[in-house]
């Protein structure tokens, strides 16, 4: 089975498609100084490099999320109960961890499911 490389870089693929499991990078945003606008961009980007590998947010397997402060768990799960809403949420761990720099307060990483070979991907707004 082949493997794919979604937007390679020299130290990492945004995401990996192999045997019809596409797993992400771990993906931060640090255009708004908050949690919350902070994992809407996220998650936007987290669409986005889903739709490239063929797949989308109904099809999640698993998500791990890491927050600079726990504290922020609430602001978080806010976003990501609207975006995640009208689908079966995946399995989820969320922890607090110390991010690659000050400005990051949050980090996702998903694995999602391939549409089988002959079904297009469902594709949510």
């Known amino acids: 089975m082949p493997i794919t490389h979604i937007q390679p870089g020299r130290r990492m693929s945004r995401a990996v498609a192999h ?19 902070q994992t809407r961009a996220i998650l936007a980007k987290l669409d986005a490099v889903l739709a490239q590998a063929g797949t ?12 600079a402060d726990i504290s922020a768990f609430d602001e978080m799960n806010a976003v990501w109960d609207a975006w995640v809403a009208g689908s079966e949420p995946p399995a989820r761990a969320t922890v607090e961890a110390r ?17 089988p070979p002959n079904r297009p991907a469902r594709h949510m707004p």
């Open 99 to 115: 991010l690659a720099g000050p400005q990051y307060r949050v980090e996702i990483a998903v694995i999602a499911a391939a549409p």
């Open 56 to 67: 989308d947010k109904t099809r999640l397997l698993s998500a791990n999320i890491w927050l």
């Open 19 to 37: 045997a019809g499991v596409v797993y992400t990078a771990g993906h931060v945003d640090d255009s708004a100084p908050d949690v919350a606008g």
